[in-house]
């Protein structure tokens, strides 16, 4: 096979379709393939059926709420999350499934700053304190952004107190 047939997306010999030309979505050859499948969470795929806008709002909420906690406010990452599900859960399944993600991982996150409080009696829960502070801030940041993508998100790390 040539360079350039190569280059317009020909199938290389001894693959299925060998000898004929990419089609794409209106069946042109040469045309560039239709979006990969996969669903929502395929790149350059749409956003799933019924979930609008203001869903995806409050679920971006929903998880970015958490950093109540980080301007002072007492039990804020849990206090935010779990406001924002009690209010919109009947209504927005969407906001529902995220808003139960959120509480598990901030309930699971303050179980452990606990379990790193008392281990600052022996140095290291410090550094699992730093370690919790910013993995916190990382995962609530990639949650918020899945949600904004109409994306489910697992947080890991996670107990599932709530299912």
Sequence with gaps: MSEEEREQ????EGRPGQGQPQQGPAGREGA???PPPGGAGAPGAAPPEGIGE???TWAIFTHLSAFAAFIGVPFGNILGPLIIWL???EEMP?????GK???????????YAVVAGILTLIIIGFFALIALAILEIVFIIMAAVAA???????YPLTIRFLR
Excluded: C, W
């Excluded at 993600?101 to 179980?111: G, K, W, Y």
């Excluded at 904004?148 to 697992?154: A, F």
């Design 87 to 89: 209010i919109k859960r």
């Design 94 to 98: 969407f906001v529902d499934r995220h």
């Design 148 to 154: 904004s993508k109409s994306e489910e998100y697992q």
């Design 101 to 111: 993600e959120a509480l598990n991982f901030q309930i699971s996150m303050t179980i």
């Design 9 to 12: 997306g020909m199938p290389q």
């Design 32 to 34: 560039p393939p239709g």
């Design 54 to 56: 203001q869903e995806r």
